[in-house]
């Protein structure tokens, strides 16, 4: 799981817990002008592909934590429960997307949104 917090300019990712462990990372800060979009998609997070792991845990159906390469793109996964994900588009970045599990994605998705606009 992955907290989220806005410091300024920059927005603070911090991975929680074991996911440390799984994710080989324990926080990333994005400049708030690199997101693009953030979303809720179900969809993107079925199937048993993340892409190949850069480093990073993929256990199907359980976890898929840390960096992924997929379709030219370089993903940072931290997800164990799909119903609170969230995708976050980036640009200009390490990462072309972030696909993140949070407590609550309402509370997310507010936050950041409020904080673009």
Excluded at 39 to 48: H, N, V
Excluded at 77 to 93: K, M, T
């Amino acid at each position: 799981m992955v907290e989220v917090t806005k410091e300024g300019d920059t927005v603070v990712f911090n991975v929680k817990g074991l996911h440390k462990l799984w994710a080989f990372k324990s926080q990333l800060q994005i400049p708030l002008s690199h997101i693009k979009s953030i979303r809720q998609d179900p969809e993107i997070l079925k199937g048993w592909w993340k892409g190949f792991r850069a480093p990073g845990t993929h256990v199907p159906g359980l976890i898929a934590a840390g960096t992924f390469l997929q379709d030219g793109k370089r993903i940072f996964w931290d997800v164990h429960r799909a119903e609170n994900a969230l995708i976050i588009e980036l640009e200009h970045d390490e990462y072309n997307e972030l696909i993140i599990e949070v407590k609550n994605p309402a509370a997310v998705l507010e936050l950041l949104g409020s904080a673009r606009a």
